[in-house]
């Protein structure tokens, strides 16, 4: 599988950044994972939109799901001209809001409503989505492609499914939000630090993101240093996952 960071701030972007987004692919499967400002653009850039397999929202948090809206007027433009094939399908967390019902009238995405326990299988990728701890209902996954597992966190502090879910993991793109001194138990983000003590702990490769705009990146590789299971990530890598 190849993962590619389109986004990696939150909850706003610093200067010419965008907020969370990726793109996971193999071989015949494209899914994109949050869709925060300036994301659609990014995509754009890697791939024909309407070609995307799927999308996946973790939660409806503004920096995850703010280009939803300007992805469906593109959907809706191509539609006019007769060259939408199908609708996209929508992977997200099934909550009863506003936000739910605002998206629900974004007529060019198909919604699939997955909750804790949910197995969704598109292509050849197997995901599975598991509650994480954030103050709104937020969703991570497990992805298995070949005997490989990939696990995205969402928007969490340290929690037992998410570290469930990381056992036997090769890899994980980690929300680590805060530096050390930052960071407090119950808050709704891990620091870089900690998601490098998990990637240790349980023998996987952490991809961290969901930088704070108002931190240094110098600061967040200080604070990982000790760590070569741990990386910060930059928009426009991508890695074998």
Known sequence: MKLSILGKYGPYPKSCGNTSGYLLQDETSCV?????????????????????????VSHLHNDHISDLGVYNYYLES??????LQRNIPL???????????????????????????????????????????????????????EGRKFVYSGDTDVCESLKGNLS?????????????SQYRVGGPHMS????????????????????????????????????SCAQIVEEGDFFSV
């Open 78 to 83: 191509l539609s006019k001209k007769g060259l």
């Open 192 to 227: 870089a630090e900690l998601c490098a003590k998990l990637a240790k702990e349980l023998n996987f490769k952490a991809y961290i993101t969901h930088l704070l705009p108002t931190n240094e990146m110098v600061d967040y590789e200080s604070s990982i240093s000790g760590f």
């Open 91 to 145: 992977i997200l967390p099934q909550v009863d809001c506003a936000t739910t019902e605002f998206i629900k009238e974004m007529k060019y995405f198909q919604p699939v409503w997955v909750k804790n326990g949910c197995d969704v299988k598109i292509g050849d990728l197997y995901f599975t989505f598991f509650e994480v701890k954030h103050p709104v209902y937020c969703l991570g996954f497990a992805c298995m492609h």
């Open 168 to 180: 036997g993991a090769d890899s994980a793109l980690l929300d680590g939000a805060f530096l050390p």
């Open 32 to 56: 994109a994972f949050e869709m925060g400002s300036g994301v659609f653009a990014e995509l754009s850039k890697t791939v024909p939109p309407q070609n995307v397999s799927a999308v996946i």
